[in-house]
């Protein structure tokens, strides 16, 4: 296999089909979001317009919730669906859930189980304290979803992925997801990550997402530190449970869309063909049930008109 980018960044145009497992879009003029305010690059609409002028043809992508206030989650959810109505290579949505409150959570997984647009589910953990993944009410959301054919995607940082081992454990019939490899540093992952690694790749439900490790490197860092953490990932769990993801826009902060794509095609090299096509695009399709999804967007199509 050779890598489908060119070296400056673009693309070859007879590339095979990709499907980005984690983008967000964003627009502050229509919804709150808190983070945003610490964050001024960021602090802008990002929109599947704006995406579309970034990525290759032919491109699917999963969008995923972008941490708006919490009791807008049902208003994002509705403008992706008028957006993904416009342009079906939006194949679906992880949406955001309030897992650790028994009197919501099993209303909203069972809304959410109903509507064909909803792939998964995420309840960003990556900033609460310790032990919050080993309260009984969260484990029991995050069983709910194993019940309802929903994955959940984990984000979470370093020093919680014990817990998310844990966890794992704890809800084997649920598939979670490990966003943006655990977010190790990416020029120097320490011998914990690699350890975590290694235990969560044990558990079958768990998949990992080769995403966001250029926003966890530090300054100067060049490619082949990066492109040598994405092979540890793949070798760990397999090409088959890995699932290529942009995390745009909050890349930007560090790289670009056709960098980033060529690390991750150059850290697929040793793999082969067969497992570049897993990780571009067969295993999102399977992991998030996108076939589910294509009947609520009538499957996809080119980004945008001419």
Sequence with gaps: MTPPGAPDGGFDTGRRTLIDSHVHFWDPTRLDYPWLAGLPPLDRPFTPRHL??????????????????????????????????????????????????????????????????????????????????????????????????????ACVREHQLPELIELAEACPDTVIVLDHLGKPSADNPSASWRQALRRLAEHANVVCKLSGLA???????????????????????????????????????????????????????????????????GNASRVYRLDRADASTGGRARKEPA
């Design 215 to 281: 926003t966890e490197a530090a300054p100067g860092t060049g490619p082949e530190p990066m492109a040598a953490v994405l092979r540890e990932a793949l070798g760990t769990f397999g090409p088959d449970r890995c699932l290529y993801g942009s995390d745009w826009p909050v890349m930007i902060l560090a790289t670009g869309y056709g960098t980033w794509l060529d690390l991750v095609c150059t850290a697929l090299v040793p793999f082969g063909d067969a497992a570049a096509d897993a990780v571009l695009h």
């Design 52 to 153: 579309a002028d970034e990525t290759p043809e032919p491109t699917d992508v999963v969008f995923v919730e972008a941490g708006c206030a919490t009791h807008r989650a049902a208003d994002e959810i509705a403008w992706i669906r008028s957006e993904a109505g416009e342009r079906p290579w939006i194949r679906g949505v992880v949406a955001h859930a309030p897992l650790e409150d028994p009197s919501e959570a099993a209303d909203v997984v069972r809304g959410y189980a109903d509507d064909p647009l909803v792939v998964g589910v995420r309840r960003n953990i990556q900033d609460e304290p310790a032990g919050f993944t080993r309260d009984a009410g969260f484990r029991a959301g995050v069983g709910l979803l194993g019940e309802a054919g929903l994955p959940f995607d």
